[in-house]
């Protein structure tokens, strides 16, 4: 009992999830710290808050039933653009992914607020720098990005196949769906710098996300 206050406590206090081995390191030896968070887990199973797992990390977190009770509406300023929502869905697929390899993917250069809207609303993360000329900056998604969309790991993410029988995919050509905004009456806000890069040949859906067979 004294291991489980002592795991409850230290994940309490924590101010980001926690994996296994760190909590390890607080117990005993000899002490199977899986166990341990399991029947804690089932403590909590009922309760307000739970204990949840996101990509082999430990936090409390309000339990998903009570969030439509617990959620406050209010006027939103801005949304997520069909260009931002891609972004957001290579980078989830591709991570770690660095901005270059972003436009190249989309086939089209990247306006400066798409990364940065992403960034702001806490769904994207900077991971690092590719040790390649220039070392550019790599992102990937958060553990805020798995609590939004109720996902327990990356690999929780729908397949190619899943996506398909959802209807989440385009079938038009890329070219079609958004290689030719500058005709568009009602194109998205995401547009093109007057110093941005040409565009190259735009890939489909299925290789936006990199789920192409």
Do not use: C
């Not at 341990?36 to 309760?47: H, I, T």
């Not at 990247?110 to 220039?134: N, Q, V, Y």
């Not at 050509?173 to 547009?191: H, I, Q």
């Amino acid at each position: 009992m004294d291991h489980l206050r002592l795991i409850e406590a230290i994940l309490f206090a924590s101010a980001e999830p926690l994996d296994e081995r760190t909590l390890g390191e607080r117990l005993p030896a000899g002490v199977e710290v899986a166990e341990v968070l399991a029947e804690l887990q089932a403590q909590y199973a009922p309760r307000g808050i739970n204990l949840m797992r996101r990509e082999g990390k430990w936090a409390f977190r309000t339990a998903t039933d009570l969030a439509g009770q617990l959620m406050i509406e209010q006027t939103l300023t801005r949304r997520l653009s069909r260009a931002a929502i891609e972004v957001l869905a290579i980078i989830a697929y591709n991570q770690p992914i660095t901005r270059a390899e972003i436009e190249e993917v989309r086939g089209v250069a990247l306006s400066k607020g798409t990364l940065d809207l992403l960034f702001e609303a806490g769904w994207i993360r900077p991971k690092g720098r590719r040790r390649t000329p220039g070392r550019p900056l790599q992102w990937a998604t958060s553990d805020a990005f798995l609590d939004h969309f109720g996902l327990e790991s990356l690999e929780d993410l729908p397949n190619l196949k899943e996506l398909k029988a959802a209807g989440l995919l385009d079938t038009r050509p890329a070219a079609d769906a958004y290689g030719n905004r500058a005709v568009e009456g009602d194109a998205p806000v995401d547009t093109l710098d007057d110093d941005s890069e040409p565009e190259i040949e735009p890939l489909d859906d299925e290789e936006l996300l990199g789920l192409s067979e």
